[in-house]
């Protein structure tokens, strides 16, 4: 990728360390509160100590039930509860128990909402402990219709929402938001939200619902996270005409009055959170994201999730796939539905690990590569009408114009889907690949689940049970001639947490490709050979704090190995410190 990027900045790498980077700011985290031990006593700090009433309506201190005795002497608490005092493990029971009556999912991601909003280390104890149950409910593909219907479910903000009417005030909006020591800040405009297309402001579901995944799966702390939505506008008519839209009424700004805006905010946020904040894009749409990576790559810390995350994930599964359908990954021939930010993004970090095992440049590895857009196979003869981040990938071949073309004559042994347009993967598009491979392997990634290129069971059943599976949104295991088969979830929570972690504890200040290989390295070491059996080739998500421990600490040598980490002097054990450093959800006793 950055081979890819270094075109739009004039040669420069994100190694440089621009001068025009650098900007004072940033904070500590003042009380210790989050450097503490378990077993320490802490203060309820606010703006002042919390108490009584107040202590209640505090969802980062509020324990509910929880309250011990002396906690409810001390604190004003007495009469304000029932008497019993109930543990936060059997909150959580009941808590799940409450949230499985729910027969409609949305239901269930309110309910896990209101959650968050009232009692904070209970929501984050109940989706590390049920992570695999509730995923699919805080992110996608609830999410998705969260984000739809956000303007109906709105029931109190849980980011900042900065649109075109704070023009020139960013830095003081930046200042409203209450929490000092920010780390990571997940940012969309709502342009691109899944597969689900532009849904303005109300793409703030995916923001909030990243950065629970960021505590929950990688362990940093909740009050250093900041989900934002940048309102330009909106191009969707249904929004613009539906009364309880809660974003700008007018089409979407585009142009210089967009990228003012952004690098106004850009500049504030180095500005109020200092040069180690993580700065994550979301959802962006193409045209912009590979832009504002390309141009914010060598200045601040910038990652984007659909172009890297998803890449970097995509590129283990990939690597663990290599035990099952045998070869190294130059032998493979691979071929993309879909040429967007995430299909590109796959292809380059492919490409990049290909050209670092042959020692050949990455132009050679590239020829590997084959990408199908909406207008068919891309070739050379398509070049001069080619978007820039596309060009790359035009090899000399006769015009295609369909999948199952591409298929037939490129012969690939690897088939994945970036597309966000569902059932792309047909019948005769599966038979094609089976013909082709004894083992073919599908990557059906679109996400959510309406928008995935084909399912499980599509995917098993024409397949004849020789396909090895795995898709963005999860599906159930599937049962094909008394045999049961698991597919695999190329899910970016697996990567992004324990990316963003190993990026914060290393205090880096700039991302690289190579920390995205370390990435994909660290996650494929994690599938074990009891998974390699039920034809998976990604781990559980029930082990997801350990793999975002392993993946945090390699990312972190990665950063050290560069020159790009400041916290001085590197940790001897690296996992070790990354566990150190994870959030903890158990309930904390007050003075």
């Not at 409910?137 to 956000?150: D, L, N, R, S």
């Not at 504030?268 to 894009?281: M, P």
């Not at 820039?388 to 114009?401: C, G, N």
């Not at 945090?552 to 050290?560: D, G, P, R």
């Amino acid at each position: 990728m950055e081979s890819t990027l270094k075109s739009f900045r004039d040669g420069e790498s994100v190694l440089d360390l621009s001068p025009r980077s650098c900007v004072a700011g940033g904070v500590e985290d003042v009380y210790g509160e989050d450097r503490a031990t378990e077993d320490q006593l802490v203060t309820p700090w606010t703006f002042s100590v919390a108490s009584g009433y107040s202590l209640l309506r505090d969802p980062q201190y509020n324990k509910g039930l929880a309250f011990t005795e002396k906690e409810r002497d001390a604190h004003y608490l007495r009469g304000l509860l029932p008497p019993i005092i109930s543990s936060q493990q059997l909150q959580e029971k009941k808590l799940m128990h409450n949230i499985r009556q729910y027969e409609v999912p949305l239901q269930k991601y309110m309910a896990m909402m209101d959650l968050q909003e009232r009692n904070e280390r209970l929501f984050y104890k109940l989706l590390i402990d049920n992570v695999e149950e509730l995923l699919p409910i805080v992110y996608t593909p609830v999410v998705g219709e969260a984000c739809q219907k956000y303007g109906s479910i709105f029931k109190r903000p849980q980011g900042l929402y900065i649109s075109l009417k704070e023009k020139g005030k960013i830095l003081e909006v930046l200042k409203n938001w209450p929490e000092r020591s920010i780390q990571v800040i997940v940012v969309t405009d709502g342009e691109r939200i899944l597969g689900l297309g532009d849904l303005g402001c109300q793409g703030m579901g995916i923001p909030v619902g990243k950065l629970a995944l960021y505590s929950a799966l990688g362990g940093v702390r909740p009050s250093a996270c900041l989900p934002i939505t940048i309102d330009v506008g909106t191009n969707n008519e249904k929004l613009l005409n539906d009364e309880f839209y809660i974003g700008l009424r007018q089409k979407r700004a585009t142009g210089k009055e967009y990228y003012d805006l952004l690098h106004e905010f850009m500049s504030a946020v180095k500005q109020n959170y200092g040069e180690k904040v993580l700065v994550q894009f979301e959802d962006f749409a193409n045209h912009n994201a590979f832009e504002l990576l390309a141009k914010y790559g060598t200045t601040h810390l910038v990652f984007n999730d659909d172009i890297q995350g998803t890449a970097s994930v995509v590129l283990a599964g990939v690597v663990a796939a290599l035990k099952l359908i045998g070869g190294t990954l130059p032998e493979h021939t691979f071929l993309f539905l879909g040429a967007g930010e995430a299909g590109t993004g796959i292809a380059e970090l492919i490409a990049l690990e290909m050209s670092k095992q042959t020692k050949s440049p990455i132009e050679e590895s590239r020829k590997k590569i084959w990408l199908v857009d909406s207008k068919g196979l891309i070739v050379s003869s398509r070049a001069n009408s080619l978007q820039h981040f596309k060009k790359p990938w035009a090899h000399e071949h006769e015009p295609v114009s369909t999948l199952i073309e591409a298929v037939k004559v490129i012969k690939p042994t690897v088939l994945i889907g970036s597309s966000g347009v569902g059932k792309t993967f047909t019948k005769e598009v599966v038979e094609a690949m089976t013909a082709n491979n004894e083992i073919p392997l599908i990557l059906a990634l679109s996400n959510p689940t309406s928008q995935s290129e084909c399912t499980a069971e599509e995917a098993y059943q024409w397949s004849e049970g020789r396909a090895i599976f795995a898709s963005g949104s999860p599906f159930d295991p599937v049962e094909y001639k008394g045999k049961v088969y698991y597919s695999g979830q190329a899910n970016n929570a697996y990567i992004f947490p324990g990316f963003g972690l190993g990026l914060v504890m290393s205090g880096a200040i700039r991302v690289h490709d190579d920390m995205l290989l370390a990435a994909s390295e660290a996650l494929a070491k994690q599938v074990t050979e009891e998974n390699y059996k039920k034809g998976l080739t990604y781990p559980p998500f029930s082990d997801i704090r350990k793999i975002s421990a392993n993946i945090a600490a390699n990312v972190a040598a990665k950063a050290y190995e560069l020159g790009l980490a400041t916290h001085l002097p590197r940790p001897q054990d690296l996992v070790k410190y990354a566990e150190s450093c994870m959030y903890s959800p158990l309930y904390r006793n007050y003075r």
